[in-house]
């Protein structure tokens, strides 16, 4: 591709950047130092670049926690408005979880227009997916729409939640990028909280469960006017730049005016330095080289599968699918009045959820991820164990399960709940940021669908006691995975994590 006489070729960036005598040495010295300057930031700057992506967490909380009240109201021959209510098993099934196979299907588009269309515009289509979805559920006149409607919610679903921990990863200010791509995970909890609410207070009305399913149309409509608002990602600005991919004057000024936008008015003095930097030190670390299908299961870029797909695969075969499941049945058992209500059982339990990420938005760039993922994870194991001894010794002391269950929430929302997604927008090589992170979405995904499948035939099987401690050991292998595996990324920037850590 041909550049302008006087345009500075992007190499030279890296040369000017890492050279000491006009020639670049045989041993590149890193460009990425032990004390670097902190970033210039703001905090009010930071808000809207995290809240509009944040708002397809949210959307995919909020259709969780509605979900579970429109199956109620779906099958009442008074309430339903309908006259195909007489749902089977199986047609509740695909109701509830046709939303899971849509985003296992947004995963794989994810693969292939992630890197192609970038973070922003993806946002953009999965907000225009949720809208629709939305739309045609609540309005849907049969049962075959209904479904229709719940998949393509789910297509939204998958390409949100592999766009949206991108984007904010990649537009944060490092110091606090945990807490933003943590308190990502503090919206879907409030967006189940949301769902819960909003369905507890419909579910006695006619139709109510169009209600519940429309409510999500003006906050798809908002997310999507603010993503076309908000600037495209510098970094994968800059990544398109470093490989050729478009004008590079034009890209490299459209990366400076998307850091000034994202950082705020105190930034615009040091932004093209910035830019600079980012660009010597992408270089530096091979982002200027394609990468194939083969190279994404080679040297760091399969270290970086190994421990972002590893995450998100004992997030899910850790039980707490499972022990949700069991809730409703645990406080009824423990004689709480609240406990014959599942949505107000719900409620309760988002609530927790709720406050205990908020604890782990709040000190996750203090501690670290590691300090927190050993200790929320300890606390996963002895709950589990407790739960399981419950089953098989303690049914008497409905307490112990009370507790465990309590323990159990608490402990995972400090943890593989905001962590887990924290981790996969970190880890990623940008090259490869697109696809691995689709990937381990795709695991996420599909592990949540194996184990909601096979927990009911593994139940009765094995009994509630012999499941849940299954799942203690599971835990246990989780801790000893990320003790081994997983490295701290606290007050990185997402180059020193590659260069640091892969």
Known sequence: MALDPEQQPISSVSREVGKSDGEISAEREPLIKENHTP???????????????????????????????????????????????????????????????????????AFTIADVIGRRKELILAALLY????????????????????????????????????????????????????????????????????????????SG??????????????????????????????????????????????????LCRLRGPAFVDSAAEQVN?????????????????????????????????????????????SVLYYAPSILQTAGF??????????????????????????????????????????????????LGSYYLFFSASPVVAVVALLLYVGCYQLSFGPIGWLMISEIFPLKLRGRGLSLAVLVNFGANALVTFAFSPLKELLGAGILFCGFGVICVLSLVFIFFIVPETKGLTLEEIEAKCL
Request: proline share 4%; glycine share 12%.
């Open 337 to 386: 009045s609240a406990a014959g209500d599942a949505t107000r059982v719900s409620i309760l339990l988002g609530l927790l959820k709720l406050i205990m990420t908020g604890v782990a938005v709040v000190v996750i760039d203090r501690l670290g991820r590691r300090p927190l993922l050993l200790g929320g994870v300890s606390g996963m194991v002895v709950s589990l164990f407790l």
């Open 277 to 321: 930097e980012i660009l010597a030190e992408l270089t530096f670390v091979g982002e200027d080289k394609e990468v194939t299908f083969g190279e994404l299961f080679q040297g760091k870029c399969l270290k970086a599968l190994i421990i972002g797909g590893g995450l998100v695969l004992f997030q899910q075969i850790t039980g707490q699918p």
């Open 209 to 258: 469960w169009r209600y519940m399913y429309a409510t999500s149309v003006p906050l798809a409509v908002i997310m999507g006017i603010g993503m076309w608002w908000l600037p495209a990602s510098p970094r994968w600005l800059l990544l398109r730049v470093i490989q050729g991919k478009g004008n590079v004057e034009n890209q490299r000024e459209s990366a400076i005016k998307s």
């Open 131 to 206: 809208l629709v979805g939305a739309l045609v559920t609540a309005l849907a006149p049969t049962y075959s729409l209904l479904i229709i409607g719940r998949v393509t919610y789910g297509v939204s679903v998958g390409l949100a939640m592999h766009a949206a921990p991108m984007y904010i990863a990649e537009t944060a200010p490092s110091p606090i990028r945990g807490q933003l791509v943590s308190l990502k995970e503090f919206f879907i909890v409030l967006g189940m909280v949301g769902g819960y609410g909003i369905g507890s207070l419909t579910v006695n009305i006619h």
């Open 39 to 109: 970033e210039n930031y703001s905090v009010v700057a930071a808000i809207l670049p995290f809240f509009f992506p944040a708002l397809g967490g949210l959307l995919y909380g909020y259709e969780i926690g509605a979900t579970s009240c429109a199956t109620i109201s779906l099958q009442s021959p008074s309430l339903s408005g309908i006259s195909w209510y007489n749902l089977s098993s199986v047609d509740v099934g695909l109701v509830t979880s046709g939303s899971l196979y849509g985003a296992l299907f947004g995963s794989i588009v």
